[in-house]
């Protein structure tokens, strides 16, 4: 089993990167780590990491899951941006299992994903991302991690851990 995690090139979340990671891999699933270019990426907190593959050169068949990571980054990099968007709705049109966390579960529902599913976004400052879900047909759920048929999402990074463990869970 392998998930590509998609991060944005500069200020992802570190906590939800690594923590979802960890467990994903403490659970036998292969990670691999997409996002505009395949160089580095980094983190809200100037962590470098490395990319595999630029999301333009996913070849979806290679993966069973997606996860959108969250942060400062994501909310520039991945909103509306059409490329992304292709990309979650690729694996979707593949069923395969489609996550996102924090922020990144607007990106689901631009995407046109969440219509007429129960979903969850990070919603602490002035709930405009909880706007975008309903305004897409998704119905808001205040809890850490939501899931619904093949779509996990997840609120931020205290979440960070268990949504990696229930992708990995679907996976199996």
């Known amino acids: ?12 979340q570190p906590l ?5 990671r960890e467990a994903l891999e403490k659970e036998g699933i292969e990670v691999e780590v997409a996002s505009f270019a395949a160089t580095e990426a980094i983190s809200a907190n100037g962590d470098v990491i490395d990319i595999d593959v630029a999301i333009n050169n996913v070849d979806v068949d290679k ?20 490329d992304v968007i292709k990309l979650v709705q690729d694996f979707d ?10 922020f ?6 631009q995407a046109r994903l969440l219509k007429d599913r129960k979903a969850t976004v990070w919603n602490e400052a002035d709930g405009w991302e909880e706007e975008v879900l309903s305004s897409e047909g998704a119905t808001y759920v205040k809890e850490a991690v939501v899931v619904d048929t093949r779509f996990v999402t997840a609120n931020g990074p205290a979440a960070a851990k268990e949504f990696g463990k229930t992708i990995a869970e679907m996976l199996k």
């Open 1 to 12: 089993m392998k998930t590509l995690l998609v991060v944005a090139q500069l200020g992802f």
């Open 63 to 82: 993966y069973d899951a997606v996860a959108l990571i969250g942060g400062g980054g994501a909310v520039k990099e991945f909103s509306g941006n059409p």
């Open 104 to 109: 990144s579960p607007v990106v689901l529902a």
């Open 16 to 20: 939800e990167y690594s923590d979802t």
């Open 93 to 102: 049109n593949a069923e395969k299992v489609v996550a996102a966390i924090c």
